[in-house]
């Protein structure tokens, strides 16, 4: 199983003003789904191909559409933590013509959970793209048109390693330092916030478990799961 695939991203300075941060209000499309420590789902994959999109407005409320479905809802802003709540999804259910077509909706518009938090990033790296990154660990990237082939796209990864877990965990991340992480645990919990730089982590003495270790860096967050044995 390969790593999970994690892009790196410029965190919107004022998440309370949209109005004022056009960045996030735009026309996105699909570049791939992943799910939990599993592989990417590119777009670009799929045959008949499709060309899924999701319209952000500025009261946070969107529309899109899948294969052969469209969608809509709206997100309210969790100030506390910074996260994005789904609040709302609602989707047509027309029969897609081909299999391919059906199977992709099935997985995209499972990641559109109500009540799911998301943090949210804009990139800014030569290109531009968006995601949301459930703290399940569950990511949806964007990019501002369409990707047309899974080699016209690139990402910097972040790895942990040895992952389980049992005194030390290892960070790896390319281009960028850490500034700051927060170990969470499955009921949301911030159990350590510490701030960098700095390229590992003592976790000796946190229970056996399974946990979210959220990342900073001056290009914005990411989300990572990890495993303490």
């Given at each position: 199983m390969k790593r999970l695939v994690t892009v790196i991203y410029i965190l919107l300075a004022c998440f309370g003003c949209f109005a004022q941060d056009p960045q996030i209000v735009d026309d996105w499309y699909l570049v791939f789904t992943q799910g939990d420590l599993g592989d990417p789902y590119y777009v670009s994959e799929v045959q008949p191909p499709i060309s899924p999109y999701i319209i952000i407005n500025q009261d946070l409320t969107f529309e899109g559409y899948g294969a052969c479905n469209s969608f809509e809802g709206n997100f309210i802003h969790d100030t506390v933590n910074d996260y994005l709540i789904l609040e709302t999804f609602t989707r047509t259910n027309n029969q897609c013509d081909f299999p391919s077509h059906s199977d992709f909706e099935n997985n995209y518009f499972g990641y559109f959970l109500p009540g799911e938090p998301y943090v949210y990033y804009i990139t800014i790296s030569g290109d531009l793209y968006m995601a949301l990154t459930s703290v399940g660990g569950f990511e949806i990237?964007?990019?501002?048109?369409?990707?047309?082939?899974?080699?016209?796209?690139?990402?910097?990864?972040?790895?942990?390693?040895?992952?389980?877990?049992?005194?030390?965990?290892?960070?790896?991340?390319?281009?960028?330092?850490?500034?700051?992480?927060?170990?969470?645990?499955?009921?949301?919990?911030?159990?350590?916030?510490?701030?960098?730089?700095?390229?590992?982590?003592?976790?000796?003495?946190?229970?056996?478990?399974?946990?979210?270790?959220?990342?900073?860096?001056?290009?914005?967050?990411?989300?990572?799961?990890?495993?303490?044995?």
């Amino acid at each position: 199983m390969k790593r999970l695939v994690t892009v790196i991203y410029i965190l919107l300075a004022c998440f309370g003003c949209f109005a004022q941060d056009p960045q996030i209000v735009d026309d996105w499309y699909l570049v791939f789904t992943q799910g939990d420590l599993g592989d990417p789902y590119y777009v670009s994959e799929v045959q008949p191909p499709i060309s899924p999109y999701i319209i952000i407005n500025q009261d946070l409320t969107f529309e899109g559409y899948g294969a052969c479905n469209s969608f809509e809802g709206n997100f309210i802003h969790d100030t506390v933590n910074d996260y994005l709540i789904l609040e709302t999804f609602t989707r047509t259910n027309n029969q897609c013509d081909f299999p391919s077509h059906s199977d992709f909706e099935n997985n995209y518009f499972g990641y559109f959970l109500p009540g799911e938090p998301y943090v949210y990033y804009i990139t800014i790296s030569g290109d531009l793209y968006m995601a949301l990154t459930s703290v399940g660990g569950f990511e949806i990237l964007y990019a501002p048109e369409p990707i047309l082939s899974r080699a016209d796209f690139s990402k910097p990864e972040i790895s942990l390693y040895p992952n389980p877990a049992s005194e030390v965990l290892n960070l790896s991340i390319e281009s960028h330092s850490i500034e700051s992480i927060n170990i969470i645990s499955l009921s949301g919990q911030i159990l350590l916030s510490e701030t960098g730089p700095f390229t590992s982590i003592n976790v000796s003495t946190f229970s056996a478990g399974i946990y979210f270790l959220e990342i900073s860096t001056q290009n914005g967050r990411v989300v990572k799961k990890f495993v303490k044995n």
